[in-house]
Nanobody
Framework: VQLVESGGGLVQPGGSLRLSCAASGFTFSRYGMSWYRQAPGKERELVAAIGSGGSTYYADSVKGRFTISRDNVKNTVYLQIDSLKPEDTAVYYC?????????WGKGTQVTVSS
């Protein structure tokens, strides 16, 4: 299993980013995927998840601003982040779980600052 995140960067408050997570090594369409983030000095937290059928979950802190989606042809899960706030600054990771094991990418840094 390999997960590779991309799309992070430095953005001003109120801006937008689209994160991508390219997956390989498993049958992507059969599994849910999730996005987590970890801010400096804080625990890693779940921000959004998408099921194999497209159902979605969002943490209360990001509802209305984050949108998770998937492309089963490209084996990629996306996280559209709008109306970015300084408190969104974190490393964003995608995660895949299979047969009791969790697989993580290396993360992509999102920094929100003026």
């Amino acid at each position: 299993v390999q997960l590779v995140e991309s799309g992070g960067g430095l953005v001003q408050p109120g801006g937008s980013l689209r994160l991508s997570c390219a997956a390989s090594g498993f049958t992507f369409s059969r599994y849910g995927m999730s996005w987590y983030r970890q801010a400096p000095g804080k625990e890693r937290e779940l921000v959004a998840a998408i099921g194999s059928g497209g159902s979605t979950y969002y943490a209360d802190s990001v509802k209305g601003r984050f949108t998770i989606s998937r492309d089963n042809v490209k084996n990629t899960v996306y996280l559209q982040i709008d109306s970015l706030k300084p408190e969104d600054t974190a490393v964003y990771y995608c995660k895949h779980s299979m047969f009791g094991s969790d697989y993580w990418g290396k993360g992509t840094q999102v920094t929100v600052s003026s």
